[in-house]
């Protein structure tokens, strides 16, 4: 069984193992190396440091509609062709390739939070679970009918970053469950109810600003949920102070919304309808600390009003 695979986060690194214990991955397909850091290193992404250490072919196309990439996809003659976290659209002309179709392993229980983000989508709608959908292609967004789902459920405690790396393995085990039955006996394909869609787009920077006049159980979704991208902030003395962990707590009377209290020597912001705890903070350049650390060394914080 020829299959592709393709991917580009750490996210995939489960399934790209999994594929390679189940298949015999003639090529992987991920994103261009990219620039980063200070010294704006050109970085690979996962997906290609993990195939290279399999010995597996990898191509980075800018584009996956062009000839010398489609020429490629076409060499490799695939039978299946299996994606988790790729970030790109495919078009037609890849998902007729190969006979036995293009597979998807999509971090929610679609059709429930279609799109880029569904891990922190899951996270601020206050699901109570989510999972790993094993669906096959279509030219929609993430629109293909169901072939098998797992489920876990959300802990009061997950952030992107602890769900998302539930959710991987959780992938990974939805390959090794699903996709030899698939191969030899072939799955039911389910088509998705369109009428309880819901949407995740993709997170921006500015997004990760608080407003404060939301409540507090939806304030700490939005830390968790945006942990540890995009993150979330608030200004102080002109800067983005980096919100890292909160625990929101109920709290009658008292000032407006957005302003700054002492908490149990803890810095602590009144919201819509209690306030949250700010348990751990980074202001700018400085390293991340506790909260009640941070206010020793910054008593003009406590009073402040802090604008949405």
Request: proline share 9%; with cysteine; aromatic share 6%.
């Amino acid at each position: 069984m020829r299959s592709i695979f393709m991917g580009s986060p750490e996210f995939a690194l489960p399934a790209l193992t999994a594929l390679a214990d189940l298949s015999d991955v003639v090529g992987v397909v991920t994103k261009p190396d990219r620039p980063a850091g200070r010294g704006r290193t050109l970085v690979p992404p996962p997906v290609k440091v993990q195939a290279e250490k399999l010995g597996l072919s990898v191509i980075q196309p800018e584009k996956m509609r062009s000839p010398e990439a489609m020429a490629q996809l076409r060499s490799w003659q695939p039978d299946v062709i299996v994606v988790a976290a790729f970030g790109k659209i495919l078009r037609a002309e890849v998902l007729s390739l190969p006979i036995l179709g293009c597979l998807n392993l999509h971090a929610s229980l679609l059709p429930r939070h279609r799109g880029a983000a569904p891990i922190p989508a899951a996270i601020l709608a206050g699901d109570v679970e989510t999972g790993i959908t094993l669906m096959k292609m279509d030219e929609g967004l993430d629109t293909g009918p169901i072939l098998a789902q797992k489920k876990i459920p959300i802990r009061a405690e997950d952030t992107a970053e602890t769900l998302g790396r539930l959710l991987a393995e959780l992938a990974a085990e939805t390959l090794r469950a699903f996709f030899p039955v698939y191969i030899l006996e072939g799955l039911a394909a389910v088509p998705q109810d369109d009428s309880r869609a819901t949407y995740a787009p993709q997170l921006k920077k500015e997004e990760g600003r608080l407003d404060f006049q939301a409540s507090a159980e939806q304030l700490s979704r939005k830390v968790r949920a945006f942990m540890p991208w995009p993150g979330t902030f608030v200004f102080w003395k002109g800067q983005p102070l980096k919100i890292l962990e909160v625990r929101p707590e109920a709290y009658r009377g008292g000032p407006a919304p957005g302003t700054v209290l002492e908490h149990g020597r803890y810095p602590a912001v009144r919201t819509a309808d209690g306030i949250i705890i700010l348990c751990k903070v980074q202001p700018a350049g400085k390293r991340p600390m506790p909260g009640d650390e941070f206010l020793r060394g910054a008593k003009d914080f406590t009073g402040l009003v802090l604008a949405g």
